[in-house]
């Protein structure tokens, strides 16, 4: 008889590790928005505001990203 092949952690495959991700960019999406608005308005005061705009759209997708690159670097056993 064949020996039964290995489980494969449903953690990190299919569905459930799609529902995962997703669950944690949306958390970090709200906090880096939190994060931007708190800490942008004393940073960017006197600037124009189309930049301030842009800023609090494009600073909480930089900072997901090295968020993720912060994980994969540290935590992520290999």
């Known amino acids: 008889m064949a020996k039964p092949s290995s489980r494969i952690r449903t953690s990190q495959s299919g569905c459930g590790f799609l529902l995962l991700t997703g669950i944690s960019i949306l958390i970090l999406l709200?906090?880096?928005?939190?994060?931007?608005?708190?800490?942008?308005?004393?940073?960017?005061y006197g600037w124009d505001n189309r930049f301030f705009q842009a800023a609090q759209f494009v600073l909480p997708i930089i900072l997901i990203f090295f968020e993720f690159w912060i994980y994969d670097r540290f935590w992520v056993k290999k």
């Open 30 to 44: 709200v906090v880096n928005v939190w994060i931007v608005k708190t800490l942008g308005r004393p940073l960017f």
